[in-house]
């Protein structure tokens, strides 16, 4: 699919994407002359406990900019966000990783899985509000 407009309409499926066309997440949300838009909710260094209350704002956030929110986190128990029923990605934890093996380039490693959480996702915008020294979503 392109990024470019055409002339012609897309599929709901082309719309869509990487979503299908008959999820919850998309509703109200198609156009057949422009791709789906998503903002990431960038949550990665922050506690459930800090996270929780940026769901729901988030998520109202981007439903006014006729987007859908895709959070992310680098926790490794997401069930709150399942929970909310939202969609989410994750991304490993720089500071728990670099336990394991310090003289790996979890960094490196981080960035590389961030690329393509953005190759993924195509996101038209990203609202980060972990903390800034984070490894986080592009």
């Given at each position: 699919m392109s990024d470019d407009l055409t002339d012609e309409a897309m599929s709901p499926a082309e719309a869509a994407w990487p979503f299908k066309a008959d999820s919850p997440h998309v509703e109200g949300l198609l156009r057949e002359d422009a791709p789906l838009r998503t903002l990431l909710v960038d949550l990665c260094g922050l506690s459930w406990a800090e996270a929780a209350p940026h769901i729901q704002t988030g998520a109202e956030a981007a439903r006014a900019k006729g987007m859908?929110?895709?959070?992310?986190?680098?926790?490794?128990?997401?069930?709150?966000?399942?929970?909310?029923?939202?969609?989410?990605?994750?991304?490993?934890?720089?500071?728990?990783?670099?336990?394991?093996?310090?003289?790996?380039?979890w960094h490196?490693?981080?960035?590389?899985?961030?690329?393509?959480?953005?190759?993924?996702?195509?996101?038209?915008a990203t609202i980060k509000l972990g903390p800034q020294d984070a490894v986080v979503a592009p």
């Open positions: 859908v929110p895709v959070f992310v986190t680098d926790l490794t128990e997401y069930s709150g966000l399942r929970a909310a029923r939202v969609v989410y990605d994750v991304l490993p934890n720089a500071a728990a990783l670099s336990r394991i093996d310090g003289d790996l380039d490196a490693y981080i960035r590389r899985r961030c690329a393509l959480l953005e190759a993924k996702w195509r996101p038209s």
